[in-house]
């Protein structure tokens, strides 16, 4: 007759076999409660569920890629008027004009930007005709031709005549340009008008006359069909005098002229920018 103290012992070693057989059972072959075979079923079961799921996806793409145009994006109606940018691409400028270190991030900002209108690159394209549209048809792929837009057009914003762009006189240039759109061709004639929100005006020059955007840079045809495309752009030149620096000027830009709209009040970007300047002396 076994003594008291021998039956935890046996009850431990009993637990213990129990636990070890839900793990692997030598009796039957199964481990963590499954025989061989039914390992393989399962997993057989989720490689052939998991390839199918795959499959599915790559069919779903690739019938997606069939739909779209390599040149033309297949939606385009979120984006039927195109934003007004400004650069430098600061909506904030304060500079003192006798500190040329103050100002030079600027300068620096717009002769990088205009590298692209240098005259010597744009001769590489077509000398267009002004005043309509540059509408091209083409084989499938083939590139289409640039109209020039020439870096001395911007005149006394060009950087060419005056290296720091008026900035050190105190009468600063601004470049402003249209977002890029595919097959946009606005009606009118697209120009830029800038105004001070104060109660006095400030004088200003624009660049090339009377800030227009010609429409012989229009439509663009995307960036695979017209990689050598650059935007027109407008140069507007602040006549600030004395009475002007020191204080906090507001400029709000605006294409006008046009079916474009400017007057968004969710979008204060479309057709417009605002953009604060600061002239120390």
């Keep these: 007759m076994a003594s008291n103290e021998d039956k935890p012992a046996a009850k431990e070693d009993e637990n213990a076999g129990s636990w070890k057989d839900s ?11 499954r025989t061989a075979k039914s390992w393989g079923l399962i997993l057989l079961f989720y490689l052939v569920f998991y390839a199918f799921l795959a499959g599915m996806f790559v ?14 994006p297949k939606y385009r109606d979120r984006v039927p008027h195109p934003g007004l940018v400004i650069r430098p691409k600061q909506l904030d400028m304060l500079f003192n004009r006798s500190q040329p270190l103050q ?8 002769e990088s930007f205009l590298q692209h209108y240098n005259d010597t690159e ?5 000398a267009c005709a002004a005043g309509g549209y540059f509408e091209q048809e083409g084989e499938v792929g083939e590139q289409r031709k640039v109209c020039q837009f020439k870096r001395s057009d911007l005149s006394l914003c060009s950087g060419l005549s005056d290296s720091t762009f008026g900035y050190t006189e105190g009468r ?12 946009l061709k606005p009606r009118g004639d697209p120009y830029v008008n800038c105004t001070a929100k104060r109660d006095t005006p400030i004088q200003m020059q624009y660049f090339p006359s ?28 602040l006549l600030l005098n004395k ?21 968004d009040d969710r979008d204060k970007f479309l057709g417009r920018v605002t953009f ?3 002239v120390k002396e």
Aim: proline share 5%.
């Design 23 to 33: 793990i692997f059972n030598p009796r039957t072959g199964e481990f963590c409660g």
């Design 59 to 72: 069919l779903t793409i690739w019938v997606m890629l069939l739909t779209l145009d390599d040149y033309v």
């Design 103 to 110: 100002f030079a991030p600027y300068v620096q900002t717009l």
């Design 122 to 126: 744009q001769e590489r394209n077509v």
């Design 172 to 183: 600063p240039c601004v470049l402003l340009k249209m977002n890029r759109i595919i097959g």
């Design 210 to 237: 009377e800030g227009r955007f010609d429409k012989m840079y229009f439509p663009y045809y995307g960036n695979k069909l017209h990689e050598r495309y650059v935007q027109p752009l407008v140069a507007v030149k």
């Design 243 to 263: 009475d002007d620096y020191n204080t906090e000027l507001t400029i709000e830009c605006r294409i006008e002229g046009s079916d474009l709209r400017n007057n």
């Design 276 to 278: 604060r300047i600061t």
